[in-house]
């Protein structure tokens, strides 16, 4: 069914229709409003049965999903940002335990200092703690996506974050096809949990595992999440059976057939990339896109097939990795190893900065020019930045308190800006 | 047969007497066909008193719920010497999760049994000290505020035991612990208000809030089935020795927890919805160097550097507690049974008088029973 | 793709707005997109909003730079923020005022756009007269579907239906109704001056 909606209405409507059992959330912008649309259909009524519980944190929140998860329950919640580094510790237990969580991140900054807007780095932060990740392009994708997330995650017994662009998403009214209860239900089999917490059959869940068997626990949760990269496939051929239409996957290309220049993204700014790149290849550039929506597990062979014939790969990104640069670029890097392509990473979008089709037209044509540097910052205020690394090197002087005091305090006066 | 001197005080009310008792009476650890939630093999050290608590509160709760019940445990002593992977200890449905989160998890498990339908099945959140009065608090507070369906039990030795003893917000004022060394001006922990869980539990108003000690089973059992009688929000906060982290004996477990009950250090009441509703009075007052002395965590307040104002902050705590809550008994002298008058100048030194007549153990073993319900 | 900015005031329905665009769209079975500019949550601050209009599925994100419409809320906007920013040349003008463009000191802009596609409508007074609060944006939807024809007044008081029941909604309706009037009645005057 057709509807002109919110992107955080339609996550929600279709987090309902996955018959969530416990849902214990915080609210955190830009993820507010999923989570109030849930908290009114268990209130209505109209999902039950389904128990919503008011948390005091978002560590409170995963920690509930967790118990609630162990006790066969199908749980969720969503955070982003701050609240998703609060709860980070049960993050990594719950994955670690093998629970069947499915969690919303409305991508958004991290801080310091305070920013709500969206970037990667709070999802990005996580990508190691053993979740799946899900990165969606479009609102349709987002609600699609989550359907998808619940039965990978029951299958597999591995928790599953659908990222979405904060406000850019989530607050956007965009088309969507809602699904039917009776095709969700069609495709996502009631929970049955691979083991429990149940009086009939008690177990002991979370003991204390010693360096003789620690390194295996941590392989077997590696190569769990192997296994999906086999099944997300799958799992999307057989969403568009039922639903009609495609969504999810691993990766996606867009006119990637003859491709000399290949841009690497994730999440929503896809879609103006694809914009950009329809106009370039109008005027007859070879540039192409791949879309990565599983970043974990990571699709190395796809992408590696999508970007081997290329010439060139530029990564855009929504995240810095502080003292490097680029995640997924060295994500793809690894995946490149051993083929000879020039590799650029252009880290654009931070805490919300709008990215523009003329920005990235420029700078895909700077890349189709080799005339980029391997890291690029997009509408970065150079002359800001240079004016603020002399500030604070003209205030920190080497050398000892006497010789400071030796220093002519107007010559230095006279210096600054 | 030759005269045994029972010292009542050291056996608890009913041991005596719990073949005497209907069924119904005796307590749950009596019974050989008891649950052992906890059952043995664990790694605890010898004396462990919270391996002791922790068995006596699950197997009364295990008893009530017919054995439908779930716990879910804190980081901490009871969680890693009862579950040394591949073994366990535990034979309910048992989950350790994090350090700080014991009750929210057990608000996770509730909510998955109530939207299941599932309402026999009862949960039990549990830690100790630092997993509750410190980085659980939040998460405690957050479960009380909603009034969820847990039990959460609070084993508190007063310190981060299972990292090597330093000091949490449960540690008494003056104790030695590994970060409140017994060196310098105010050797000890420094004497701050306490952050007092049993009454923070109160101020939330939730159906039953209940104290104990190891030292007093029966005590013990009765405030946990009192509990599970409650839908909703409960707390247990009990003493529980630690042998090793307070330097004292193994033998000294149940000793000094009596101590501590009986100095007023630790007082046992319950109270509903944030009024007390009973105590347990103090039967024969002792100071509080009666307690202190035994347990080496105190030794830096006697010997060669004594720190008088120490003890005596100790004393008006314990002081404070005996008037705050009423601890001790004001029926007059005349009106007691035989063997319990005291002398009103006696400052509570004298020992238990041993039983000479069984008539005397009986009118006791009847009193305290009064006294405990 | 027809692209149209709001800007007003927080408290203003600014972003509603924006969205009823996008059902109205919706109505009339096209793509559309609606986002506001993200701020924190608060009254009185200024806010931008984006409708986007196209036939087929909009994928870009970026907010509107080259709007072909704007709708301006606040008048004491005007000469704070700059409103006008980017609007192509043939671009539609939809002020909430009594007054005329050049009583408001915006004279200079009749020579850069086309003069009949500039208007202004008493947006908060009709909101008054049929609502029973100052709420504008409603009205000023009605208005601009006069204005530019890029929806019809039908599809927008559908739209506004959807996000205001019973007589509320009535109230709106009229009062969006009513600025259409206003705006064509307008239009025929500047056709026939």
Not at chain 1, 326 to 341: E, P
Not at chain 2, 235 to 264: F, M
């Amino acid at each position: 069914m057709l509807s002109q909606i919110e992107g955080s209405k339609a996550v929600a409507d279709a987090v309902a229709q996955c018959r969530p059992e416990v849902i214990c959330a915080y609210p955190i912008s830009p993820q507010t409003h999923i989570v109030e649309g849930l908290s009114k259909l268990v209130k209505t009524g109209d999902l039950t049965p389904c128990e919503y519980i008011n948390v005091e944190s978002e560590f409170a929140a995963m920690s509930v999903a967790i118990g609630s998860s162990a006790a066969g329950a199908r749980t969720y919640t969503a955070t982003a940002s701050q609240g998703l580094l609060y709860m980070v510790e049960a993050v990594y237990n719950a994955s670690g335990l093998g629970l069947p969580i499915v969690m919303t991140v409305a991508n958004r900054a991290i801080g310091s200092p305070i920013n709500i807007w969206n970037d990667h780095s709070d999802t990005m932060s996580q990508r190691d703690s053993g979740w799946i990740q899900l990165y969606a392009e479009t609102n349709q994708e987002a609600a699609d996506l989550h359907i998808q997330a619940f039965k990978l995650a029951e299958e597999l017994s591995l928790p599953v974050m659908v990222c979405m662009d904060g406000f850019i998403l989530t607050h956007a009214y965009e088309r969507i096809d809602q699904p039917t209860q009776e095709q969700v239900d069609a495709y996502l089999p009631p929970f049955t949990p691979r083991q429990t917490l149940d009086p009939d059959n008690p177990v002991s869940i979370g003991a204390m595992v010693g360096p003789e068997a620690f390194s295996e626990v941590r392989y077997l949760a590696h190569a769990k999440q192997m296994l999906a990269l086999e099944r997300i496939p799958e799992l999307a051929v057989e969403f568009n059976e039922i639903f009609g239409r495609e969504s999810g996957g691993l990766i996606h290309t867009y006119r990637a057939d003859d491709a000399e220049t290949m841009i690497v993204a994730l999440g929503s700014v896809l879609g103006t990339i694809k914009d950009t790149v329809d106009e370039m290849r109008d005027e007859g550039h070879k540039i192409g896109v791949l879309g990565i929506t599983s970043f974990r597990p990571f699709p190395q062979q796809q992408v590696r097939e999508a970007l081997v014939n290329a010439q060139r790969v530029l990564v855009l990104e929504k995240a810095l990795a502080v003292g490097i640069g680029g995640i997924v670029s060295a994500n793809v890097r690894t995946s490149l190893s051993g083929v000879q392509l020039r590799g650029y990473t252009a880290i654009a979008g931070l805490g919300g900065r709008a990215i523009t089709r003329e920005s990235l037209r420029s700078l895909f044509e700077n890349a189709e020019a080799d005339a980029l540097e391997p890291l690029t910052f997009v509408d970065m205020d150079w002359e800001l930045v240079q004016r603020e690394l002399q500030r604070d090197q003209l205030i920190r002087r080497p050398g000892t308190a006497y010789e400071h005091q030796e220093l002519n305090p107007g010559l230095v006066a006279a210096q600054l800006p | 047969m030759p005269y045994q001197p029972i010292k009542f005080y050291q056996t608890g009310s009913f041991v005596v007497g719990n073949r005497l008792l209907d069924v119904e009476a005796r307590s749950t650890q009596s019974d050989p066909k008891r649950a052992n939630t906890l059952t043995s093999g664990h790694r605890a050290c010898q004396g462990c008193g919270e391996a002791l608590g922790a068995r006596y509160a699950l197997d009364t709760v295990s008893r009530v719920t017919g054995g439908k019940m779930i716990a879910s445990n804190a980081t901490g002593c009871l969680e890693v010497f009862s579950t040394p992977f591949p073994e366990t200890s535990w034979q309910i449905p048992w989950i350790h999760s994090l350090f700080g989160n014991a009750p929210a998890v057990a608000t996770g498990i509730a909510a998955a049994m109530r939207v299941k339908g599932r309402d026999d099945v009862r949960v039990v959140g549990q830690g100790g000290d630092g997993g509750t009065v410190d980085i659980g608090f939040g998460c405690l507070s957050g479960m009380f505020e909603r009034n969820d369906d847990v039990l959460y039990i609070c084993y508190d030795n007063e310190a981060y035991m299972n990292t090597g003893v330093q000091r949490s917000g449960a540690t008494p004022g003056g104790a030695r612990t590994a970060t409140t060394q017994p060196v310098g001006p105010h050797p000890g922990n420094e004497f701050g208000q306490g952050k007092n869980l049993p009454r923070i539990a109160m101020a939330h108003e939730i159906p039953y809030v209940g104290t104990a000690t190891v030292a007093d089973l029966r005590d013990l059992e009765y405030k946990v089935e009192k509990a599970m009688t409650f839908r909703g929000a409960r707390y247990l906060h009990i003493l529980v020795t630690c042998p090793l982290g307070w330097g004292s004996a193994s033998r000294d477990s149940i000793r000094i927890a009596r101590l501590a009950v009986e100095t007023g250090i630790f007082p046992v009441f319950e109270a509903e919805r944030g009024e007390v509703t009973g105590v347990t009075k103090i039967r024969r007052r002792v100071p509080v160097e009666e307690y202190l002395k035994l347990q080496r965590r105190y030794a830096h307040l006697f010997g060669k550097k004594p720190q008088p104002e120490i003890l005596h902050n100790i004393q008006a705590a314990a002081d404070r507690n005996i008037t705050r809550y009423g601890l001790l008994d004001d029926t007059p002298d005349d009106l007691k049974p035989p063997g319990e008058a005291k002398d009103a100048a006696t400052s509570g030194h004298d020992e238990a008088q041993p039983e000479d007549s069984e008539t005397d153990a009986m009118a006791l073993t009847s009193e305290s029973f009064e006294g405990a319900r | 793709m027809f692209q149209i900015r709001i800007h007003g005031r927080g408290g203003q329905g600014v972003v509603t707005a924006a969205e009823m665009l996008s059902l109205a769209a919706f109505a009339e079975g096209r793509h559309a997109q609606a986002f506001p500019s993200f701020g924190s949550e608060r009254m009185g601050a200024p806010v931008v909003a984006f409708a986007r209009i196209a036939d087929k599925e909009i994928r870009v994100r970026e907010p509107i730079m080259a709007p072909d419409g704007l709708i301006i809320q606040d008048p004491t906007l005007l000469h704070q923020v700059d409103v006008f920013s980017g609007l192509v040349p043939d671009g539609y003008i939809l002020i909430n005022s009594s007054r005329t463009f050049g009583e408001l000191g915006l004279s200079d802009l009749c020579e850069h756009f086309r003069v009949e596609r500039l208007l202004t409508v008493p947006a908060t007074e009709i909101a008054r007269e049929y609502v029973g609060r100052p709420m504008a944006n409603a009205a000023l939807l009605g208005g601009f579907a006069g204005l530019s024809g890029a929806l019809s007044i039908d599809s927008v008081s559908a739209a506004i239906r959807e996000k205001f029941a019973g007589k509320v909604g009535d109230g709106n309706v009229n009062a969006a109704e009513a600025a259409y009037r206003y705006v064509q009645q307008q239009m025929e005057e500047m056709a026939h001056a």
